[in-house]
């Protein structure tokens, strides 16, 4: 048998149909049919996979150590700065960010003891987490997916307990060299 153009055309396929195929599969497998959705929980997914090495292996638990860190951060940042920060977190963790703001009443004025003890205080309706750890973990997070630079100005704002603890990698509940077992 003869490979003729005839035959080529009936085996080739055709760019277009292809293309229009593959945006159809695409589409269909799209969880919630936006792509800015499914590329937020994902992300989200991923941070809170993140911090469960650190706290445990609990979605739950890593979702309310996330938000509960980042409303004691936000808290206690400057109200341009708290923005900054905000805009360049993925869009459902920005939602959690924001939730229950009151910019006329920050920043809160915490020592690293004091923000140690409001992280403990909120988190204690979950199974018991240290607050050190939740944010421990939650820092290490931020300073993964967070430019360097906004990390940088987070940093430079808080006190100088906390900002040690979080440039140097010690614990942020903890002195240096004490460890948890």
């Given at each position: 048998?003869?490979?003729?153009?005839?035959?080529?055309?009936?085996?080739?396929?055709?760019?277009?149909?292809?293309?229009?195929?593959?945006?159809?599969?695409?589409?269909?497998?799209?969880?919630?049919?936006?792509?800015?959705?499914?590329?937020?929980?994902?992300?989200?997914?991923?941070?809170?996979?993140?911090?469960?090495?650190?706290?445990?292996?609990?979605?739950?638990?890593?979702?309310?150590?996330?938000?509960?860190?980042?409303?004691?951060?936000?808290?206690?940042?400057?109200?341009?700065l708290a923005a900054h920060l905000g805009a360049e977190?993925?869009?459902?963790?920005?939602?959690?960010?924001?939730?229950?703001?009151?910019?006329?009443?920050?920043?809160?004025?915490?020592?690293?003891?004091?923000?140690?003890?409001?992280?403990?205080?909120?988190?204690?309706?979950?199974?018991?987490?240290?607050?050190?750890?939740?944010?421990?973990?939650?820092?290490?997070?931020?300073?993964?997916?967070?430019?360097?630079?906004?990390?940088?100005?987070?940093?430079?704002?808080?006190?100088?307990?906390?900002?040690?603890?979080?440039?140097?990698?010690?614990?942020?509940?903890?002195?240096?060299?004490?460890?948890?077992?």
């Amino acid at each position: 048998m003869l490979w003729n153009d005839r035959m080529r055309a009936a085996f080739e396929p055709d760019t277009r149909k292809c293309e229009t195929l593959i945006r159809d599969l695409e589409s269909s497998m799209s969880a919630s049919g936006l792509d800015v959705f499914d590329k937020t929980l994902q992300t989200t997914h991923i941070w809170l996979k993140e911090i469960e090495t650190k706290v445990g292996p609990d979605r739950q638990v890593a979702w309310k150590v996330l938000s509960v860190v980042l409303h004691k951060l936000r808290d206690r940042l400057p109200v341009d700065l708290a923005a900054h920060l905000g805009a360049e977190l993925p869009l459902l963790i920005r939602g959690v960010y924001y939730d229950q703001y009151e910019p006329a009443k920050q920043p809160a004025k915490w020592n690293r003891d004091e923000f140690v003890a409001e992280v403990q205080r909120w988190l204690s309706d979950i199974r018991p987490v240290a607050a050190p750890d939740a944010i421990d973990a939650v820092f290490g997070t931020l300073s993964h997916y967070v430019s360097p630079g906004q990390i940088e100005k987070v940093k430079r704002a808080l006190p100088d307990d906390i900002q040690a603890c979080w440039t140097n990698g010690a614990s942020i509940g903890r002195p240096r060299g004490e460890t948890t077992h």
